[in-house]
């Protein structure tokens, strides 16, 4: 099945600063998402991509969709401590009607105050 | 906020028992699906659902899986002989559409335990 790799694995930061975090493919997909996950909850969705070099905003969240459609990367610029928890990026083939979403294994973000 | 609820949030159950995992999508949703995460992994995707039928599967929901949405506001997960390694966090999520600017509402899981 398809892969996505996801680095870091984990960032210990200091509050202020920014984070960058990305996920890398072996194969092409249409549709990449950002989630973050809070001990004990479910991912929460943080932004969606659709278009090959599309770069979209949400707040200090800035995510952008590779032009070969086999990576995606976030940043989060200027990091507060509500910023902590797992980070997930996920694909998919599919960008119209209910499809298969795979994973990355996440990036655990932990901020210092 | 509407949110998708799940019941019951922690479940443990003897191996080969049938267990079922309910949801309540949020009410004006039409995408149905189920995902689960074992503990310290990522998540995985399990099933969608559309116009009261699989839309797409992955190779995880084999035979001992279901799906069903029995009334107007429910969609279950039925697993029908559980495994040691079926422990895991299921998320049950909904979404309005599936089109392009949708967004998948994430319940807070059901964790099942298998002994």
């Known amino acids: 099945g398809q892969q996505l790799n996801q680095s870091p694995q984990s960032m210990f930061i200091q509050e202020g600063e920014d984070v960058s975090m990305n996920c890398t493919s072996s194969?092409?997909?249409?549709?990449w998402l950002w989630y973050k996950q809070d001990p004990g909850e479910g991912p929460v969705l943080l932004i969606a991509?659709?278009?090959?070099?599309e770069l979209t905003s949400n707040g200090r969240l800035t995510a952008q969709f590779g032009t070969t459609r086999k990576d995606s990367f976030l940043n989060i610029s200027a990091s507060i401590p509500s910023d902590v928890g797992i980070y997930f990026c996920?694909?998919?083939?599919?960008?119209f009607g209910a499809g298969k979403s795979t994973f990355g294994d996440g990036t655990t973000l932990t901020v210092k105050p | 906020e509407p949110e998708v609820t799940q019941t019951p949030s922690h479940q443990v159950t003897q191996m080969g028992q049938e267990v079922i995992l309910r949801c309540v999508p949020i009410?004006?949703?039409?995408?149905f699906y189920w995902y689960r995460q074992i503990l310290g992994q990522k998540v995985e995707f399990l099933v969608s659902?559309?116009?009261?039928?699989?839309?797409?599967k992955s190779e995880i929901f084999d035979d001992q899986f279901s799906v069903e949405r029995p009334d107007g506001s429910n969609f279950t997960l039925k697993i029908r002989s559980t495994k040691l390694e079926d422990s895991a966090m299921y998320f049950c999520?909904?979404?309005?559409?599936?089109?392009?600017?949708?967004?998948?509402?994430f319940g807070e899981g059901s964790w099942l335990t298998v002994v």
């Open positions: 996920a694909g998919q083939l599919r960008n």
């Open positions: 991509l659709y278009k090959a070099g």
């Open positions: 009410s004006n949703h039409l995408y």
């Open positions: 194969s092409i997909f249409n549709t």
């Open positions: 999520a909904s979404s309005e559409t599936g089109g392009r600017g949708h967004t998948i509402y």
């Open positions: 659902f559309y116009n009261n039928e699989i839309s797409e």
